[in-house]
């Protein structure tokens, strides 16, 4: 399989699914003539034309209205907003629109259309360009959410997006997107959504992740090899739906987990999954659930400051050991 980096993947997934079906258009701002802000679109405005490949106004609440309309009229819109944080200004259309139309419908319409966007921090970009607001869409019923941490998970994931006939939220880390990863070149290579990877098996404890802190359970995981810990680390892939059997089981072999998310710790996403692990694992537990996650303050701009809000490795290992410590 050839390699190349996660933005890489996004384009791949993009070109081929521009090529497999004429309903597919990808509007944004700036991913036609700048070819995107990340240059996740390069090339598309060449190889397709203006017709299916559109800048538009900054107007994030305007863009996912007018691919809501596409999408019910027949299209595959895929819209790209610069940065999650934008996607705030457009909570309107997502969450009343393009969320609840099917439902609202009675299902006599669908709405396969899928809205981009990078998001996380670690760049230095503070407090309103660096959050991580995945728990804010999983929170709403009706959309379905992706966030791959691998290039294949990321080629193999948007493709099964745009190919979905019901809206989903496709996040991607800003930090990821120059990572390598070999990539399947079958334009048929689809990841199926509701499916968690177990990206390394062990026997000590589940450490359950996704996107970029799937990179940094791995690199927990190899640390505490050292010292003799068998860590089973599990990327989750897809948040909504989210694969509750491959985490229970896990949990249920190694007896203890770790729960490990960017975005802040309150009404985290971690929490939700911590509950189910305890729910469904209460007798054979060995220890309680641990989390780790963002701290519950506004990102600050001074890099090293960031650093302390944003889990790293370290946390991750100490929530392991105290996990093996039954605390």
Excluded at 178 to 184: A, L, M, R
């Amino acid at each position: 399989m050839p390699e190349m980096t996660y933005r890489d993947a996004l384009n791949l997934a993009l070109k081929e699914e521009l090529r497999h079906d004429p309903s597919v258009v990808v509007w944004g701002e700036d991913v036609a003539l700048y070819e995107g802000s990340f240059k996740v679109t390069r090339g598309l405005l060449a190889e397709f034309g203006e017709e299916r490949v559109k800048d538009t106004p900054i107007s994030e609440n305007t863009i996912v209205g007018v691919a809501v309309g596409a999408a019910m009229g027949g299209l595959r819109p895929v819209a790209e907003l610069m940065t999650v944080n934008f996607a705030l200004l457009a909570m309107d259309q997502i969450i009343n629109h393009m969320a609840k139309i099917s439902f609202m419908f009675g299902g006599q319409t669908f709405l396969p259309m899928v809205v981009r966007m990078p998001g996380g921090g670690g760049s230095q970009l503070a407090a309103q360009h660096s959050q991580s607001l995945e728990s804010y869409f999983m929170h709403c019923p009706g959309l379905k959410v992706a966030y791959p941490a691998f290039p294949a998970d990321a080629k193999g994931l948007l493709k099964t997006a745009i190919r979905d006939n019901n809206p989903v939220i496709f996040l991607e880390h800003e930090l990821l997107y120059n990572s390598k990863g070999e990539v399947p070149a079958d334009p048929e290579f689809l990841v199926p959504f509701g499916q968690a990877n177990i990206v390394r098996e062990g026997s000590d404890v589940t450490i359950v992740a996704y996107a970029r802190m799937t990179i940094l359970a791995l690199q927990a995981a190899d640390e505490l090899a050292k010292e003799g810990v068998s860590c089973e680390v599990i990327d989750l892939r897809t948040l909504s739906p989210l694969d509750t059997t491959t985490l229970i089981a896990s949990a249920q072999k190694t007896g203890r987990a770790v729960v490990v998310e960017e975005c802040w710790r309150t009404a985290g996403l971690g929490g939700d999954i911590a509950h189910r692990i305890h729910e469904a694992c209460f007798d054979t537990l060995l220890a309680p659930v641990k989390r780790v996650a963002g701290l519950d303050v506004p990102m600050p701009y001074s890099r090293e400051i960031e650093k302390i809000c944003i889990p790293q490795a370290a946390n991750i290992i100490a929530a392991v050991k105290e996990a093996l410590h039954g605390h």
